[in-house]
């Protein structure tokens, strides 16, 4: 169980295109889901927290439009990058995790690979 | 402010040796602990967690781990280690919201 997917695995873009990544929570309902960002031999960068049905919580830093978080329903997130350039280039990360997990348990998805030329 | 350092960058040990791998961490409350493990291009599993009770908790593949207040560290460890196991490997704490603080990572090697 626990399962949480993300699409496009891989995305190449050009600079100035917006880019979307979906992340869905396969088998329960993520009540949070979390995005990250992580840069190449970094750790991960928490990028924001959206609740299902609300705003998503911007970290420090991080600009909200820009990435454009949508959490519409308790099984799918979507990230956008807006305007992209090649210093967006980055390994996105999503992870969900629900009410009934609770204690900060973070189910985390594969990761998408996001290029900009 | 909260924060996880996982002192060892690189670590290099040989195929059937023990490992441990450090981690500290810095948070004011009583800390939930996690180990994650991440392979090249790939998302997060989590190996193991840390909410209460019992100190040592197992996890998945062989590992374990043990949480030490007094010292702030909740290590990572394998009896023997198996050319499998070479990944980067992440120690996370949880804070407020439940949110993650994650260290910077530990890439582990594993000559045969």
């Known amino acids: 169980g626990a399962v949480v997917s993300q699409h496009p695995s891989r995305v190449i873009c050009k600079s100035g295109t917006s880019v979307k990544i979906e992340c869905r929570s396969l088998?329960?309902?993520?009540?949070?889901m979390f995005w990250y960002r992580q840069f190449p031999k970094k750790s991960l960068m928490l990028m924001a927290t959206?609740?299902?049905?609300?705003?998503?919580?911007?970290e420090q830093g991080v600009e909200k439009d820009k990435f454009l978080i949508n959490h519409a329903s308790l099984t799918l997130s979507t990230l956008t990058v807006t305007s992209a350039h090649p210093e967006d280039s980055s390994f996105y990360i999503c992870?969900?995790?629900?009410?009934?997990?609770?204690?900060?348990?973070?189910?985390f998805g594969p990761g998408t690979r996001l290029t900009v030329l | 402010a909260q924060s996880v350092t996982q002192p060892d960058i690189h670590i290099t040990v040989s195929e059937g040796a023990s490992l441990e791998l450090r981690c500290n961490y810095s948070?004011?409350?009583?800390?939930?602990l996690f180990w994650y493990v991440q392979s090249p291009g790939q998302g997060l599993q989590l190996l193991l967690k840390?909410?209460?009770?019992?100190?040592l908790v197992q996890g998945i593949k062989g590992f374990e781990a043990e949480f030490k207040r007094s010292q702030s560290s909740f290590n990572l460890r394998k009896p023997s280690v198996h050319w499998s196991d070479a990944a980067e490997y992440f120690c996370?704490?949880?804070?407020?919201?439940?949110?993650?603080?994650f260290g910077a990572g530990t890439i582990l090697r594993v000559k045969s």
């Open positions: 992870s969900a995790s629900s009410s009934a997990s609770g204690r900060n348990e973070q189910f």
């Open positions: 088998d329960f309902q993520a009540t949070t």
């Open positions: 959206s609740n299902e049905g609300s705003k998503a919580t911007y």
């Open positions: 948070y004011g409350a009583t800390p939930y």
């Open positions: 840390y909410f209460s009770g019992d100190t």
């Open positions: 996370a704490v949880g804070i407020y919201g439940n949110k993650l603080v």
